[in-house]
């Protein structure tokens, strides 16, 4: 099974950019750097669980593939927002000088 991830399903779109403020805009810019270090890092294991061999004790089939994926995404996300691995924030530092 092939999951695919979306990242317009971790951004909030609701809200325009042409009506609020600079601090406003930082802050969403900076919200928006954490959510793209999430995706990447849900990427990251992704990868490292497809480098495992197959097989085991237990079978896998779709339910725990899907589990798996949104097991994953949370920890990603949860990794961003509260023990960064730096990429949200050196983002947001190449993003926010100009």
């Known amino acids: ?12 779109q609701s809200n ?3 009506n609020t403020s600079a601090s406003q805009k930082g802050s969403r810019l900076k919200k928006t750097c ?5 995706v990447m890092v849900q ?3 992704k ?5 495992q ?9 779709t339910a725990s593939e899907v589990y798996q994926e949104l ?7 949860e990794m961003a927002h509260n023990q ?4 949200g924030s050196k983002l947001y530092e190449q993003i926010s000088k100009k």
């Open 16 to 18: 325009s950019l042409s």
């Open 71 to 77: 097991f994953d995404g949370e920890v990603a996300r």
């Open 34 to 38: 954490e959510e793209f270090e999430a």
């Open 47 to 51: 990868a490292m669980r497809g480098a």
């Open 43 to 45: 990427m990251m294991f």
């Open 53 to 61: 061999p197959e097989g085991g004790l237990v079978e896998k089939d």
């Open 84 to 87: 960064s691995m730096g990429i």
């Open 1 to 12: 099974m092939n999951l695919h991830i979306d990242p317009r399903m971790y951004t909030d």
